[in-house]
Nanobody, 126 residues
């Protein structure tokens, strides 16, 4: 079982990046798959999540309108399109498979964690 995130890098403020998360050893659509991030000196936080089956999506308030999560079941891959990036978006981004996701007091949470992938670093700086 493996989740491998990729696509991070250095981008200027206002720029865009697309992160990918390739799954192997299990079927991505059997789980809710989320993106989480951890900035230096801060706790990990939920960014976005897409549910299994109907593909309904959730976003943390701080990325609404800027980030889009999607899933390609044929490729068993998850994506995160990130636009209008801000320096505050600088973090290591992780993908994770869990039973479900939900919003609690404005925070995106994952429940019934199944597997975490290795992260990819996103740096937003001029």
């Amino acid at each position: 079982v493996q989740l491998q995130a990729s696509g991070g890098g250095l981008v200027q403020p206002g720029g865009s990046l697309r992160l990918s998360c390739a799954a192997s050893g299990f079927t991505l659509d059997d789980y809710a798959i989320g993106w989480f991030r951890q900035a230096p000196g801060k706790e990990r936080e939920g960014v976005s999540c897409i549910s299994s089956g109907d593909g309904s999506t959730l976003y943390a308030d701080f990325v609404k309108g800027r980030f889009t999560i999607s899933r390609d079941n044929a490729k068993n891959t998850l994506y995160l399109q990130m636009n209008s990036l801000e320096p505050e978006d600088t973090a290591v981004y992780y993908c994770a498979a869990q039973k479900t996701c939900g919003m609690v007091a404005g925070n995106l949470m994952g429940y019934g964690m199944y597997h975490w992938g290795k992260g990819t670093l996103v740096t937003v700086s001029s």
